[in-house]
């Protein structure tokens, strides 16, 4: 096979990878509040890659050439939520090995918490988000992402002492 073809087959292999599956993605989780104790999740559409209908809190993944986290969460609060936050903070870094849809994915976690202005946002990605809510720590709707309970136990003492 010439080296041309040989070039040509690993670009259309390397483009065809899936970050999560093929090789350890990374991504920003965040968890949004209003300093009260309230957190704004989103529930992801039919057209979001695995858990659809699912409440989530939101995450991202760094793109090439971000210099840090932080911004990472802020650009993506910005475009899922069309809001600025006010504060990101990192709280923990997690290994996130799980099984969805008969397929085994794994992604480095760093867990952030985001204070916005209270009542903000609105869905800035509407072919991944259905709606946002915004909800009492300890009044959360039932259908939540796999990995929400784990981070969540990590940001909730942050997101409930906010408010004291």
Request: glycine share 8%; with cysteine; proline share 3%.
């Amino acid at each position: 096979m010439p080296a041309q073809e040989i070039e040509q087959t690993l670009t259309y292999k390397i483009n065809d990878m899936k970050k999560g599956v093929d090789f350890i993605g990374v991504t920003c989780a965040f968890y949004c509040h209003d300093g009260k104790g309230n957190i704004l999740l989103q529930k992801r559409s039919q057209a979001c890659r695995d858990e659809q209908g699912r409440w989530d809190s939101g995450a991202g993944s760094m793109e090439f050439g971000e210099e840090n986290f932080e911004s990472v969460v802020r650009r993506e609060i910005n475009e899922e939520l069309c809001v600025d936050p006010i504060s990101v903070t990192h709280v923990a870094t997690t290994n996130i090995i799980r099984e969805y849809d008969g397929k085994t994915t794994h992604w480095i976690g760093l867990v952030h918490v985001a204070l916005l202005p209270e009542g903000s946002g609105d869905v800035g990605e509407p072919h991944k988000i259905d709606e946002i809510a915004w909800f009492a720590h300890n009044e959360l709707p039932d259908n939540l992402h796999s990995v929400f309970d784990r981070h969540f136990a990590l940001v909730r003492d942050h997101i409930i002492h906010q408010q004291d």
